[in-house]
């Protein structure tokens, strides 16, 4: 890690709380470079936060600040147009008797102490019915809608993108999946039922607990890991959800369940990187640190951005072939780190081949 990636963890440690200035402030063509990370990371929002508490002496250049906020007031504008999507659609599967919650993205946001400086994405819904409810459903509207095993895009509402999720998410090992999904099936119920206000007298919606959004947060950010890059905004999401709290009897039963899932090493590693970047304490861990582990995923996080969009070690211009390739060699580079899903990704790709052979 250099001076300057290790200053900007300094940065967002301020944005959270966990620091009051740098070590040593940024210079001009430093700070181009931050706001550039800041990008790359989906944190422009959030790292603004830390801009703004920095004593004098290490505040940003005037013009760069001003490009900064116009960032922000986007940031917030979207993120309230993705609140009223979210709450309209929500409203429409309720009224059509398809219980439903939404995950991760405007529920995440509600942890952050200023939840519209969070960098909004898409509107993922878990529809609780069977997937070929769901899938008849959509293709009546959008006939060549593709199905994959956790989800078929739906037509944009309002410039926001729809996932439409009959499984929350899922695994490469076969084993661990089918365990994974047996979970999600006995806590579903529940999720619907989670009510919360969204900002700004938007309205209601559901949205996971923070019990279950620890495991299904934490499969998300290892399939991301395993398939193309995570970024730090969904550290910080789960940096912000561990903030929330949690028993020690909690925490033991969650260690048992990473465990039984085949997520225990990929946990240990994001914990390194919480408490690294952001200042993660101890005692707010789920499962102790993996140094050997969570140095490997930094390196990669930093290295590709998010969702390995700014992975300069592949193409992305290439067709399925090529994707293929990138998925092959990213698996033969972290088979010594995360051997299990690793292995079994060639195996679940020729599954989820024959899966979508029979629902599309």
Sequence with gaps: MNNLTGRFFELIQVAVGNRQQLSEAFSEEEWEAVFTMSKEQALRGVVFQGVNRLPAEQQVPRKLKL??????????????????????????FTKAGIPNCILKGQGNALMYPHPNTRTSGDIDIWLMAHPDKIIRMVKK??????????????????????????????????????????WFSEKAEEQSKHLVDLPDGSGKIS????????IFQ?????????D??????????????????????????????????????????????????????????????????GKFLLEEIMQAGNFGHFDKRVSHDGGQLQQNTNRLKRDLRLLRYFPSECLWEPVFRWYHYFWRLRHN
């Design 207 to 214: 949205v996971p607990t923070n019990a279950f959004n620890r």
């Design 228 to 293: 193309e890059g995570i970024g730090l905004r969904q550290l910080m999401d789960y940096y912000y959800l561990l903030q929330q709290g949690f028993t020690e009897e909690e925490r033991q039963e969650e260690e048992w369940l990473l465990r039984h899932f085949g997520l225990y090493s990929v946990a240990a590693a994001v914990m390194y990187v919480l408490q690294e970047v952001f200042g993660l304490k101890p005692e707010q861990m789920i499962v102790p640190v993996d140094e050997r582990r």
């Design 141 to 182: 509207v959008l006939p060549k809608a593709k199905a994959c095993y956790h989800h078929i895009d739906f037509k944009s509402i309002g410039g926001v993108p729809l996932e439409l999720h009959y499984r929350p998410q899922f695994l490469n090992n076969l084993v661990y999946n089918a365990r994974l999904q047996q």
């Design 67 to 92: 490009k900064w906020i116009v960032v922000v007031e986007k940031t917030a504008k979207r993120n309230e147009e993705v609140n009223k999507v979210a709450v309209n659609i929500s409203k429409q």
């Design 218 to 226: 934490m499969s998300h950010i290892s399939k991301h890991v395993i």
